[in-house]
Structures are given as structure tokens and as C-alpha cells.
Nanobody
Framework: QVQLAESGGGLVQAGASLRLSCAAS??????????MAWFRQAPGKERDFVAA????????SYADLVKGRFTISRDNAKNTAYLQMNSLNPEDTAVYYC????????????????????WGQGTQVTVSS
């Protein structure tokens, strides 16, 4: 079983950048985790897809709202996935969650939360105007 732990959230001003990390522990990250994804959930709203990355890191997908501003990456040697967030705006304020899929090898254009069976506890990102 893989456990995920997010970090890197915080309070920033509009236009700033943050990098979120998702550290995996338990079974070997590269052998037991395929597609990794980031989702976010704002107060009173559903959990929305942000970005996903293939096992090798070569294939990525992004929600339209973050395309061009956010970059997802992973380092299998460090058992860690990342989300680099640039040009943040108040609408990006949410709890950000990373998720892992055991069998899916390539990300699709979008994903729903129910597809993923392993989740971290989330990290808060707050962007002030």
C-alpha cells in the first residue's frame, strides 16, 4: 500500500508561485504507482482535476484553467511528484490533493476523483488579491 503526503502549500499574493510536493511511502513508488494526479477543492465546491502525469513522466495533462501556469512533474528516484504553480490568482485558492492510480499508465485529458484509490491528506493554498 502506498501512502501519499502533500506539502508546500501556504498563503501567497496574487502573481506569486508555489511548488507543491507529494511524497510517497510504502511500496516502491515507480513499480506500484502509475498515473499521479493533482486535484483541488475550494470551500463548498467539488474536488476538481488539476493535472496528471504518466508513470515515466513523459505524458501530462492539465485542466484548462491551469494550462500554461502549472507544471506537473515526478521524480521516481525520490518517490515524489510535484506541482509547480505560477501566476497564482485568488481563484486558485483551495486544498490541493495528490492522488495515485495503480493501473492506469497514461493520463487522460481529464480525470474524476473516483478513478483514484490512493490520496494524500491535502495541503492548503491561499492566494490573496
Amino acid at each position: 500500500q502506498v501512502q501519499l503526503a502533500e506539502s508546500g502549500g501556504g498563503l501567497v499574493q496574487a502573481g506569486a508561485s508555489l511548488r507543491l510536493s507529494c511524497a510517497a511511502s510504502g511500496r516502491t513508488f515507480g513499480n506500484n504507482v502509475n498515473v499521479m494526479a493533482w486535484f483541488r477543492q475550494a470551500p463548498g465546491k467539488e474536488r476538481d482535476f488539476v493535472a496528471a502525469i504518466s508513470r515515466s513522466g513523459a505524458v501530462t495533462s492539465y485542466a484548462d484553467l491551469v494550462k500554461g501556469r502549472f507544471t506537473i512533474s515526478r521524480d521516481n528516484a525520490k518517490n515524489t511528484a510535484y506541482l509547480q504553480m505560477n501566476s497564482l490568482n485568488p481563484e486558485d485558492t483551495a486544498v490541493y490533493y495528490c492522488a495515485a492510480h495503480r493501473t492506469l499508465t497514461l493520463p487522460r485529458r481529464s480525470h474524476s476523483p473516483g478513478e483514484f484509490d490512493t490520496w494524500g491528506q491535502g495541503t492548503q493554498v491561499t492566494v490573496s488579491s
